[in-house]
């Protein structure tokens, strides 16, 4: 499976972007999509999570109410939408494919190159 994330780039405090994973190769519908990020300085944490028929959802505290995952299995993609976005939020996104529904990294054994994000105030 190999995943190529796309969508970042630079936004002023308040607006929106959408990050998009395509997901190509042996892709088993089943599998489980989840996106990470990784601010300068800080360890890499587990954003939102979705499970393989979109039914599950999780998103880490600070993104809750603003951050939309979701996925079209038809097109082996999955999205992030980011509204509200705030300085904070200023990272470099990964997205990741894996069996278990966790917002644990080691969970997932697919990882894109990273797009990032930067949110300026």
């Known amino acids: 499976v190999q995943l190529q994330a796309c969508g970042g780039g630079l936004v002023q405090a308040g607006g929106s972007l959408r990050l998009s994973c395509a997901a190509s190769?042996?892709?088993?519908?089943?599998?489980?999509m989840g996106w990470f990020r990784q601010a300068p300085g800080k360890e890499r944490e587990s954003v939102a999570v979705?499970?393989?028929?979109?039914?599950?959802?999780y998103y880490v505290d600070s993104v809750k109410g603003r951050f939309t995952i979701s996925r079209d299995n038809a097109k082996n993609t999955v999205y992030l939408q980011m509204n509200s976005l705030k300085p904070e939020d200023t990272a470099v996104y990964y997205c990741?494919?894996?069996?278990?529904?966790?917002?644990?990294?080691?969970?997932?054994?697919?990882w894109g190159q990273g797009t990032e994000v930067t949110v300026s105030s």
């Open positions: 990741a494919a894996g069996g278990r529904f966790s917002a644990l990294e080691q969970s997932y054994d697919y």
């Open positions: 190769g042996r892709t088993p519908s089943y599998i489980v």
């Open positions: 979705v499970s393989w028929n979109g039914a599950n959802t």
